[in-house]
Nanobody, 126 residues
Framework: QVQLVESGGGLVQAGGSLRLSCAAS????????MGWFRQAPGKEREFVAR????????YYADSVKGRFTISRDNAKNTVYLQMNNLKPEDTAVYYC???????????????????WGQGTQVAVSS
């Protein structure tokens, strides 16, 4: 079973930046599409970004497009989320997720993904 561990969260002021990392176990990491989701207090979990197995394709929620960048390093079994120009509404627990690409669910739905990390807290002050 694949294990995912997020890191890099913290408290920053509006306009600041953070870089989240997600380290994955297993030998088949390079075959997985990877995603980032977030869940703010009192809200449902929402899609943030996705990257295909090869890194050739990336997808972003409208709310973060132009500010966040997802990337991956398959040699290190790691996916990243660079977050720039952070806003208070970005405050949430951020989760890394792995997709084995067997599901037909849309990429922005949580139930497409097979493995989840424990999350890392991002807090953005006004």
């Amino acid at each position: 079973q694949v294990q995912l561990v997020e890191s890099g969260g913290g408290l920053v002021q509006a306009g600041g930046s953070l870089r989240l990392s997600c380290a994955a176990s297993g030998r088949t990491f390079s075959s997985y599409d990877m995603g980032w989701f977030r869940q703010a207090p009192g809200k449902e979990r929402e899609f943030v970004a996705r990257i295909t197995w090869s890194g050739a394709g990336t997808y972003y929620a409208d709310s973060v497009k132009g500010r966040f960048t997802i990337s991956r390093d398959n040699a290190k079994n790691t996916v990243y989320l660079q977050m720039n120009n952070l806003k208070p509404e970005d405050t949430a627990v951020y989760y890394c997720a792995a997709d084995r690409r067997y599901s037909g669910a849309p990429y922005y739905q949580s139930n497409r993904y097979d493995y989840w990390g424990q999350g890392t807290q991002v807090a953005v002050s006004s």
